[in-house]
């Protein structure tokens, strides 16, 4: 049977559409600069293996075959974070696990970890895992920077998560600028450089507005941001882990799961 072409032009003018399309256009870039021979194995391995397995889960539990999209994005953002040069398997599993972790930890209805973010440090002892973030466009010239910040502008926007954005945003610089003015400013330097660099923007955009696992509210949201911000730069501090945003904002995840569940109690 042929696509739906109505239904797939609806589709890509739904937030988690353009999120899809956002994706693949920096991949495109990113792929055709790296080198498609070194990220297709990890790309691929990454999204077949997160859209199977959830499609399975899903089968069991419903009885009907569904195409598991927001899986396929958990895949795709794991590939482009894991380094291209790690084995392909190392994606594949690292995206199983965040699959899991979204069926198996769940407050009501909604996941409470980010499930790409908690695959990958959950995985990272295990593989000792390279995370390039080469899907943020690290080794290309400073101008592709600024397509990037449009580029997650736009779905920032789009999705209404600007304050916890700008929150996360605002307090990483200035947490690393008051490290830089008041303790050794060398220790901080290789934030403001590729890849540290565009990764917290990547992150900023693509991550830590993930509609699932990041409040609706404001107000909320600029709380999320803030404590997001504050646990990456004290992981980075006081652990030096490659992870630091990651865990900075699975901490972040605790809380707004913590919060969830505060508001199902009060409503009960």
Sequence with gaps: MPPDRSALRRYARTPKGQFGLLLLAMTAVAGTHTGWAQVAPGLLGATVAATLVDALWLRWRSGAWTLPDGALLTGWLVALIVSPHEPWHVAAMTSVVGVASKQ???VGRANVFNPAAF????????FDTGQSWWGALPELPLPWLLVLAAAGVYITLRINKAPVVLAFLGGFAALATANAFLGNPGAVA??????????ALFFAFFMVTDPPTSP????DQLVYGAITAVAAFAVYRVVGAAYFLLAGLLVANVWEGWRKRRVRQQRA
């Design 104 to 106: 198996l930890m769940r």
């Design 119 to 126: 695959a990958l440090v959950a995985t990272f002892y295990v």
């Design 216 to 219: 609706p509210k404001h107000p």
């Design 190 to 199: 290789e934030l403001y450089r590729a890849p540290d660099l565009h990764a």
